[in-house]
């Protein structure tokens, strides 16, 4: 992947099966560098696919994934949209991004963020909640706030940074 021109055209839509592999090569270099996400940095392709692209009969029927794509048509970054929690928690939504190597900084995770929360608006949410965004993850941190979210608690010493050590996880949420 070649990088790409910045402002490229960005369109979002509801991820298919055959977005997987594309979706899975995005994913796997942040799930090896072990630096933004929890989770076994082993896991492998299907251990992967459950959270991010399960399919119809996937383990939480409020799940929606939808990926933006660059002009050509090439998913750039995949968000699952899920409730948060069940039952009297299903208010609430959650969300995961990632972004392409070669797609970041050109405005990707702002579009598809703004995106997602205008579809769980729609869905009915009435808030948006992040269970553990790692505090140094500058950047996920500001683009957060500069939408709305706060930090209503960190965890500390909840994620271990393969270079930094041990450092909290940010809970985030903003109403919607």
């Known amino acids: 992947m070649g990088e790409r021109p910045r402002g490229l ?9 055959g977005d997987w592999p594309e979706l899975w090569a995005i994913m796997e270099p942040v799930v090896r560098a072990g630096e933004t996400y929890c989770g076994d940095r082993e896991r492998d392709e299907g251990a992967g696919r459950p959270g991010w692209l399960p399919g119809p009969a996937g383990p939480d029927p409020t799940l929606r994934v939808l990926v933006a794509v660059d002009d050509g048509g090439a ?28 797609a970041g900084g050109g405005g990707v995770g702002r579009a598809l963020a703004e995106y997602v929360l205008q579809e769980a608006r729609r869905a009915g949410y009435e808030a948006m909640q992040f269970n ?3 505090e140094t993850n500058v ?7 500069s939408l709305g979210f706060d930090v209503v608690g960190t965890v500390p010493g909840a994620f271990l940074h393969p270079d930094l050590g041990y450092t909290g996880l940010h809970i985030m949420h903003r109403r919607l």
């Open 139 to 145: 950047r996920a941190v500001g683009l957060w706030r």
């Open 9 to 17: 055209m960005l369109a979002v839509r509801p991820a298919v099966p």
């Open 75 to 102: 998913g750039v970054g995949p968000a699952p949209l899920p409730a948060n929690r069940g039952g009297p928690g299903s208010h609430v939504a959650n969300a995961s991004f990632l972004v392409s190597a070669d």
């Open 132 to 134: 553990a965004v790692v």
